[in-house]
C-alpha cells in the first residue's frame, strides 16, 4: 500500500508563492512517476504538474506554464510543487498522485495512488 501526504497548503495574496510537498511512503518512491492534480469548487479535477521517475523529465498544464515548478528527491521519497505569481484562479485543492507507468501522463484516471489534498486559497 502506497501513502501520500501533502503539505505546504494555505491562504496567500495573488502575486505570492506557496511550496506545496507530498511524502511517499510504502513501496520504491524512484519508481513512481509523480503528479501534482487540483480540484477547484464545481469543478473537475485537473492536471497540474508532472514529473519522471528520474526527474530528468517535467510536464505542465498551459495554465501554469512559467509559475510553477516541480521538483522530487528520491533520496527523501518527497516531490514538491513551487508555485509563483499566484492567481486567484489557481484556488483549489491541490493533490499529490503517483503512476506506475513510465512517461508522465495528464489523465487522472491512469494514476494509481493518492493524497487526500491540501487547500491553496489566493485572494485577490
Known amino acids: 500500500q502506497v501513502q501520500l501526504v501533502e503539505s505546504g497548503g494555505g491562504l496567500v495574496q495573488a502575486g505570492g508563492s506557496l511550496r506545496l510537498s507530498c511524502a511517499v511512503s510504502g513501496r520504491t518512491f524512484s519508481g513512481l512517476t509523480m503528479g501534482w492534480f487540483r480540484q477547484a469548487p464545481g469543478k473537475e479535477r485537473e492536471f497540474v504538474a508532472g514529473?519522471?521517475?528520474?526527474?530528468?523529465?517535467?510536464v505542465f498544464a498551459d495554465s501554469v506554464k512559467g509559475r510553477f515548478t516541480i521538483a522530487r528527491d528520491n533520496a527523501k521519497n518527497t516531490v514538491h510543487l513551487q508555485m509563483s505569481s499566484l492567481k486567484p484562479e489557481d484556488t483549489a485543492v491541490y493533490y499529490c498522485a503517483a503512476d506506475r507507468a513510465v512517461v508522465i501522463r495528464r489523465d487522472r484516471a491512469s494514476y494509481d495512488y493518492w493524497g487526500q489534498g491540501t487547500q491553496v486559497t489566493v485572494s485577490s
Open positions: 514529473i519522471s521517475w528520474i526527474g530528468d523529465s517535467t
